[in-house]
């Protein structure tokens, strides 16, 4: 028993429903109406199919005898109910496509969700990035929670309908004229008689119908399973074509920023080769999709065609041999026909919720993403005179996926309230050493510790508020200016305007068209172009505007010019006081405004002391100082 229940658990039913009704619990979190209304809508159909049946049947059978009264009140019912039931069934249908387009939006809102709250390091990790894209590009091109709400709706309605239209067509099988009665057929011996008298014997009726049902249920089944395989090879051997086509119209064809570089280099004939080899490429794939698509719903045709002629002759016979009336023919042969149909759409929809868990497993796959490191839970005691103590003991580390060390055992402490430098050659570690210290990465090997406690036990987003950075690459996006500076730490524009002016910016906003409000850039409007020089300045307002106790400048001067650099530097006191400051820089000269200047070298500290030791020392520091010194002798 217990191998039974194992087999079923594993089974691709069990797993593909198991999807689904995740699917169909989070959509129902989400609006609670949508499930309710959709079952609504699938009564209503049913209510007007069988409604339409039953008063057609009756109204006929009163005509043939000839009852007009009792027809026309059958008519107007007939009428009345198809003009109800076909309204509130039209009404519903469009609130359910309304909300179905909803879903297709707020899936990607899952995603969002899911993707930015990741710590950086799972977020970074290629299988986490592979597994976004995947559900990304799913979610775009393939499977949809809409869709799954619709197949679950359409697979119950496919049911019900079965059970009612077997109900009364099983009614059918089981009348036989009456016994001792005289026919029609009575006596008559061709071919016709025969097979109605045959019929009249119980149990045969019954034998045949439910022969012919089994026989046409295992056929589809089968053409089901053949389709699904092949649907699921088609999407196993998908090739990316779908994430280089995104990435060349996101990132080249339509993004102005990459025009420059295009034309320049004379790049326009070779992208359009690329993007029509892809094209292709994606074309001849849907091909096949829709080929083997065709395929299917004609084998399904030929199943069902099957059982509706077999059941078609026993209605007619049926009718002809007196066993109904033909009133109750019309109402069988409408409930055989609601069963034909109702066949197809279960095994239509199976088939259809079958390929979309299969697409819709790799949307939950990310939502499934499991954080690398668990999250600490230690508030972190806030000092407003800004004495913490960060120290890294014994820290190496390799970044996720690659085998090789960046930094090796590393032990340094750093004093608060000085100014200090990280220098050294490019590649050395130092960004990756910034990046552990304000816990974006875990170490591999080794801890680092504030106030003598591993900072994996803080709370991450509170020990994270100790520090504003600015990182080489630090990024503003196309929002207003205020909102890039502020960032998450809520609008004051004395702030605001405190900050731009410590990072040398005040002047540059002010005379923007909107000042605090102008939109940076044109990826979402009628934005400002400002050059690297001005987006560094912004970025350095950003990192001062959040007030932390440590700043942290990432090559904060490399695109300014001159004047603007010489400004930082002159403000850099105003801009720390108080504060402690890790300032990365390739322009030895501004060492000479730290204190305690760390060397890095091949991922080891090399040496670390003032300017004027380290000078004298001659080591690697007083080398890349004289390197630059030369030039300015
Ligand atoms: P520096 O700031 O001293 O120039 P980094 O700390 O940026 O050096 O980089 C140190 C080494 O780590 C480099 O060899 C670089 O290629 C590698 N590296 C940096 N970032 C990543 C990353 N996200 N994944 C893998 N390797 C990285």
């Known amino acids: 028993m217990g191998e039974i229940t194992k087999k079923w658990i594993e089974s691709e039913f069990a797993s593909t429903h198991r999807v689904g009704f995740r ?15 959709n079952l609504l809508m699938i009564c209503v159909n049913l209510a007007e199919i069988y409604a339409g049946l039953f008063l057609t049947s009756t109204l006929i059978d009163n005509l043939l005898d000839a009852r007009f009264r009792q027809a026309a009140l059958y008519a107007l019912l007939l009428a009345v109910s198809a003009l109800i039931l076909g309204s509130i069934g039209e009404v519903l249908l469009k609130k359910v496509r309304t909300v179905q387009n909803r879903f297709w939006q707020i899936v990607y809102l899952w995603i969002a969700k899911k993707a930015i709250s990741l710590d950086y390091e799972t977020m970074e990790d290629p299988d986490a990035v592979k597994k976004l894209l995947s559900a990304e590009r799913t979610c775009d091109m393939y499977g949809s929670v809409g869709i799954v709400v619709l197949n679950y709706g359409e697979l119950l309605k496919a049911l019900l309908n079965i059970v009612i239209s077997v109900g009364l067509s099983l009614q059918l099988v089981l009348k036989h004229p009456t016994v001792g009665g005289i026919t029609p057929l009575s006596g008559r011996e061709d071919g016709i008689g025969q097979a109605a008298a045959l019929l009249s014997v119980p149990g045969v009726s019954l034998f045949l119908f439910g022969t012919a049902l089994t026989g046409v249920a295992l056929l589809s089944v089968r053409t089901a399973h053949k389709y699904a395989e092949r649907e699921k090879n088609f999407f196993q051997n998908r090739t990316g074509t779908e994430e280089k086509l995104t990435y060349l119209n996101d990132n080249i064809f339509f993004n102005y920023r990459a025009g420059k570089i295009i034309r320049i280099f004379e790049m326009q004939d070779m992208l359009l080769k690329n993007g029509e080899r892809e094209f292709n490429k994606g074309f001849r794939f849907y091909l ?51 069963f034909g149909s109702a066949c197809a759409s279960l095994i239509e929809y199976n088939a259809a919720i079958r390929r979309n868990a299969a697409y819709m497993g790799e949307f939950l796959a990310f939502l499934d993403v499991e954080e690398k490191h668990s999250h600490g839970t230690i508030p972190l005691e806030k000092r407003d005179d800004g004495e913490y103590e960060l120290a890294f003991e014994n820290v190496s580390f390799r970044y996720p996926g690659s085998a090789q060390y960046v930094l090796k055992n590393v032990n340094c402490r750093l004093d608060m309230k000085r100014k200090m430098a990280v220098v050294g050659r490019n590649g050395a570690g130092k960004t990756t050493f910034i990046k552990l210290l304000c816990g974006l990465y875990e170490p591999t090997e080794g801890r680092i510790t504030l106030n003598g406690v591993d900072i994996r036990k803080y709370k991450p987003d509170e020990y994270r508020d100790l520090f504003g950075v600015v990182f080489q690459d630090f990024r503003l996006f196309s929002f207003p200016v205020w909102e890039n500076v502020a960032a998450g730490y809520g609008r004051n524009d004395g702030r605001l305007w405190k900050a731009l002016r410590q990072a040398g910016a005040e002047e540059m906003v002010k005379n923007m068209p909107e000042g605090l409000e102008t939109l940076l850039y044109k990826d979402t409007g009628e934005g400002v172009e400002i050059s690297g020089g001005e987006a560094q300045k912004l970025a350095i307002a950003r990192a001062l505007y959040k007030d932390g106790a440590l700043v942290v400048l990432d090559e904060p001067t490399a695109a300014l010019d001159p004047l603007a650099e010489a400004e930082v530097y002159a403000r850099f006191d105003e801009m720390t006081e108080g504060k402690t400051s890790i300032y990365i820089s390739h322009r030895m000269s501004s060492c000479r405004f730290c204190d305690d200047i760390i060397v890095f070298d091949d991922g080891r500290i090399e040496e670390r002391g003032s300017h004027e030791t380290l000078l004298a020392a001659g080591g690697l520091y007083s080398q890349l100082w004289n390197a630059q010194a030369k030039y300015y002798a």
């Open 288 to 338: 096949r999709r829709i080929r083997a698509k065709r395929e299917e719903t004609m084998e399904n045709l030929a199943n069902s065609g099957l059982f509706t002629v077999f059941s078609y002759l026993l209605v007619l016979l049926k009718t002809i041999s007196g066993a109904i009336t033909v009133g109750a023919f019309t109402q069988y042969v409408g409930a055989l026909n609601q």
């Open 23 to 37: 699917l169909l619990k989070m959509v129902h979190e989400t609006d609670s109406t949508v499930l309710p209304m």
